[in-house]
C-alpha cells in the first residue's frame, strides 16, 4: 500500500531524503511511522509523525538530526535525514497507523516494501 524511494549510499555528514507515498484517499486519517533494520536485530523505531501533522517523535539517536513531515494533500509523506552517520545504515520502513501513532510496529497497518540506506565513513 505504501510506496518508498529516496534511499541510497551517502558519505558520513551527508544527507538523504526518503518520501512514502500512499495511494489510499484516507490517508490524513493515519498517522505515519518510520523505521529501520539491520540483519539480525529487531525493526527499529526512529520517527513518527502525527495524522495532522502537528507532532512528531523521534529515537534520541536521530534528535536534530532527522526530520518527519507530511502532505496530506499529496497522500505524502518524508523523512529528511541529515548528518548521517555510519551507524545509521539499514533497510529503511515507511508504515501507516490508523489515528494515532506508535514506537510499536506490531500496532502499523500498513507498510512500504523498505528501501536501503548506507552512510560509508
Known amino acids: 500500500h505504501l510506496a518508498e524511494s529516496g534511499g541510497g549510499v551517502v558519505q558520513a555528514g551527508g544527507s538523504l531524503r526518503l518520501s512514502c507515498a500512499a495511494p489510499?484517499?484516507?490517508?490524513?486519517?493515519?498517522?505515519m511511522g518510520w523505521f529501520r533494520q539491520v540483519p539480525g536485530k529487531e525493526r527499529e523505531f526512529v520517527a513518527g509523525?502525527?495524522?495532522?501533522?502537528?507532532?512528531?517523535d523521534y529515537v534520541d539517536s536521530v534528535k536534530g538530526r532527522f526530520t518527519a513531515s507530511r502532505d496530506n494533500d499529496k497522500n505524502t509523506a518524508w523523512l529528511q535525514m541529515a548528518s548521517l552517520k555510519p551507524e545509521d545504515t539499514a533497510v529503511y520502513y515507511c508504515?501507516?497507523?490508523?489515528?494515532?501513532?506508535?514506537?510499536?510496529?506490531?500496532?502499523?497497518?500498513?507498510w512500504g516494501q523498505g528501501t536501503q540506506v548506507t552512510v560509508s565513513s
Open positions: 508504515a501507516a497507523k490508523y489515528f494515532r501513532g506508535s514506537r510499536n510496529a506490531a500496532e502499523y497497518d500498513y
Open positions: 509523525i502525527s495524522w495532522l501533522g502537528d507532532s512528531t
Open positions: 489510499e484517499p484516507t490517508f490524513s486519517s493515519y498517522a
